[in-house]
């Protein structure tokens, strides 16, 4: 069975602080790997899929890489806005479009 | 290009009763899947529908079932409501499903609430 363990569960940042959210996961076959944004009250917001041990993929003050075992979302110099609950999701290659989720990481950024 | 529309947004119903939670997906996208997000358990997976059949069941009992119309658009029904099915139920479209490529778009999102 999938798993995916995300750490910590809270965070909380001074604006400018960089920080990484840790991923860790359990797949039988890695088809990708999924980081998403949450905001209180709304659905969550995709940020990026990564495909293989080695990716990257940068947006903004935002990097995800992924190895093996664990994928990692770096934070560099955020801000207030960048305060929210970050999901991680993995789907195998055996189970179609199914999204296993972990429980997240709500970050607090404050001034 | 509108997003994913889910309604109601809120809903409040007591126990033994039924709902039904409506999805419109992205225009052009064929894969609707629903999930249920709590505070203990986080997101899980109900099902997965395709072209008008479901391709892939979480682990929830039969009272939650499902539906895709022929555009695409989706229902999930659950019946003999109980006070733990209270929680936020998500809605996510996608092109075409089954491929990592192939990104899902999440509603808004349904809250219910079950006295």
């Known amino acids: 069975e999938d798993q995916v363990t995300q750490s910590p569960e809270a965070l909380r940042l001074q604006e400018g602080e960089s920080s990484s959210l840790n991923c860790s996961y359990t797949?039988?076959?890695?088809?990708?790997l999924f980081w998403y944004r949450q905001d209180p009250g709304k659905g969550p917001e995709f940020l990026f899929t990564l495909y293989s041990a080695g990716e990257e993929k940068e947006k903004e003050r935002l990097k995800a890489t992924l190895t093996k075992k664990e994928s990692f979302l770096h934070i560099t110099a955020p801000k207030p806005e960048d305060s929210a609950t970050y999901l991680c999701a993995v789907q195998d290659t055996g189970t179609a479009s199914k999204l296993t989720f972990g429980t997240g990481t709500r970050l607090q950024v404050t001034l | 290009k509108a997003g994913v529309t889910q309604t109601p947004r809120y809903l409040i119903k007591t126990r033994g009763q039924q709902v039904t939670l409506s999805c419109s997906p992205i225009?052009?996208?064929?894969?609707v899947s629903w999930y249920q997000q709590t505070p203990g358990q986080g997101l899980q997976f109900l099902f997965e529908y395709f072209s008008e059949t479901q391709r892939n069941k979480g682990n929830f009992p039969g009272r939650f079932s499902g539906r895709q119309f022929s555009n695409s658009r989706s229902e999930m029904n659950v019946s003999t409501l109980e006070l733990g099915d209270s929680a936020l139920y998500l809605c996510a479209s996608a092109t075409w499903g089954g491929g990592a490529k192939n990104i899902q778009y999440f509603g808004a999102g349904t809250r219910l609430s079950v006295l």
């Open positions: 797949v039988s076959g890695l088809r990708g």
């Open positions: 225009s052009g996208h064929r894969s």
